[in-house]
């Protein structure tokens, strides 16, 4: 599998999602989990999606159970508490692995495509952040610690990178 478009994840209401739905738009996909201390990040994605979403920008994020168990919840649960504690709107999927044998394929594809610190392929830790092109190419990875709002001259720049807009949600 060569770009994002090759996958396909389950939504957090169990629904199949084909990422090739968002081909010619600019992904960011975030692991993420609701009892971390980078939890609040939420509201700054959230913040990303409504500026940037009408541009292209898709935010699509993954909760994932493997650090510290910090994502004990089921789907629903994780959905209820996004809703009420940041009001978010942009896509979640079902829970998942992005380290180790049972990693889903997409964040194998994420991880080797743009390696973290020392050309290590694992996650490190929640609210890994992978920026995908317009091309469906993975941009650049940042750090759990990056505030999301770092970000915008990377999305701006993605954004603004290709002549297929894409313009709807």
């Not at 692991?31 to 990040?41: I, R, Y």
């Not at 509201?43 to 994932?64: D, F, H, M, V």
């Not at 009420?84 to 942009?90: E, K, L, N």
Request: charged share 15%.
């Amino acid at each position: 599998m060569s770009t994002l478009s090759d996958f396909t994840v389950t939504t957090a209401t169990g629904e199949p999602l084909a990422l090739a739905s968002l081909a010619g738009g600019v992904t960011l996909v975030v692991n993420v989990a609701s009892q971390c201390g980078l939890t609040p990040q939420y509201a700054g994605l959230e913040s990303l999606w409504r500026t940037y979403g009408t541009q292209g920008l898709s935010i699509l994020g993954c909760p994932c159970n493997q650090f510290g168990g910090q994502e004990p919840g089921t789907e629903a649960t994780i959905l209820q508490f996004c809703s009420t504690h940041f009001d978010v709107t942009f896509s979640l999927t079902s829970k998942l692995n992005v380290n180790g044998d049972d990693a889903d394929p997409l964040w194998q594809w994420l991880r080797n495509e743009k390696p973290g610190l020392l050309g290590t392929t694992s996650i490190k830790w929640n609210f890994t952040k992978f920026l995908v092109g317009r091309d469906g190419q993975v941009i650049e990875r940042f750090d759990p610690t990056t505030v999301p709002s770092d970000m915008i001259p990377a999305i701006e720049r993605a954004l603004a990178a290709s002549a297929g807009v894409r313009t709807t949600r």
